[in-house]
């Protein structure tokens, strides 16, 4: 059947995007859900999906009723085409083009914003007041009560506690190598498209860049192993990852962390119940990373 084109121009896309700077790309179709799609270019992935408050740095958003016409008629498996002469985006079989040009473009990329341990003092107390009221519960397997217990130094039990007492232990000395066997304990533990262990370092990970720390700690041991994370865990994961490395996050993760940095137009709460709010654990699984990076840099 042949489709009658369709050009969607209302939307953003962030900045980081992997085909951007290339001059033709194909890719396909992955994997399809209520509020987006996956399309596979290679082990890079672009999510094409709703505008739901949350910028993904690998994804382009459109509204729910464009993306209710293309998810309507593609399927996985249908070949994909940027061209970069035309700043298009098309899907071959149902004739639907993504015009970038004509759309916003936003930035995840995460900028070194506060000097080294600044102001952690007075963040741990308001992220650990907010969660705990919010009940909610990570997913690595402890109850947020006992997870926030091992930072206060009670003594681990389980192999679960005793290498997040490792881990805390190692992210205050960032002098040192991190274990990358620690880190791969970590990677794709969970469930989902993306494992709580993932949301976790990610968590982890941007509060080491916004402290000037990407160089050493979770970050760098993500770095040696990036060639194994496709079979470490999921695609999706894997691809937070490599944009985590290169300094890029999520938007509810910048958000939350300009709340703490008590920029203006950023309310603490509003950000923070944004990002505990995302997926059913992703969420406070990023959220928890965030706490326990900031608790372990506070002992410093």
């Known amino acids: 059947m042949l489709y009658p084109a369709t050009f969607i121009s209302r939307g953003r896309y962030s900045s980081s995007v992997i085909f951007l700077n290339q001059a033709r790309s194909f890719g396909v179709v992955q994997s399809i859900f209520a509020n987006g799609l996956n399309i596979s270019f290679g082990k890079y992935l672009v999510f094409v999906g709703t505008e739901y408050g949350n910028g993904v740095p690998f994804g382009i958003h459109i509204e729910s009723y464009l993306y209710d016409r293309l998810v309507a008629e593609t399927f996985i498996g249908e070949e994909v085409e940027w061209s970069s002469d035309r700043k298009l985006l098309s899907f071959a ?76 232990n190692a992210l205050k000395d960032p002098q040192q190598a991190m274990d990358s066997n620690l880190i791969k304990y ?12 993932d949301d976790f370092l990610v968590g ?33 994961s894997a691809n937070y990852y490599y944009n985590a490395t290169e300094g890029y996050f999520s938007t509810v993760i910048l958000d939350m962390l300009a709340a ?3 920029e203006t137009e950023f309310n ?22 965030l706490l326990f990076a900031i608790l372990s840099c506070e002992m410093l």
Not at 113 to 120: K, V, Y
Not at 137 to 157: C, I, M, Y
Not at 207 to 228: D, F, M, N, P, T
């Open 260 to 262: 703490l940095l008590n």
């Open 186 to 197: 970590f990677i794709g533990r969970g469930q989902g498209l993306t494992p709580s262990g």
């Open 93 to 168: 079989n149902c004739n639907v083009h993504i015009h970038i040009l004509l759309m916003h473009e936003f930035n995840c990329r995460l900028e070194l914003r506060a000097g080294p341990d600044h102001h952690l003092a007075g963040w741990a107390p308001r992220m650990r007041e907010l969660a705990l009221r919010m009940d909610k519960e990570p997913g690595l397997g402890l109850s947020l009560t006992d997870a926030l217990s091992l930072t206060d130094g009670r003594e681990g039990g389980s192999v679960l506690e005793r290498n997040l007492l490792t881990l805390s």
């Open 268 to 289: 603490f709460e509003v950000c923070a119940e944004a990002l505990l709010n995302v997926g059913s654990r992703s969420g406070i699984d990023t959220y928890y990373g």
């Open 204 to 236: 982890i990970m941007a509060v080491e860049h916004l402290l000037g720390k990407a160089g050493s700690g979770v970050s760098q041991a993500i770095r040696v192993i990036s060639r194994e994370l496709p079979s470490l865990t999921t695609q999706v």
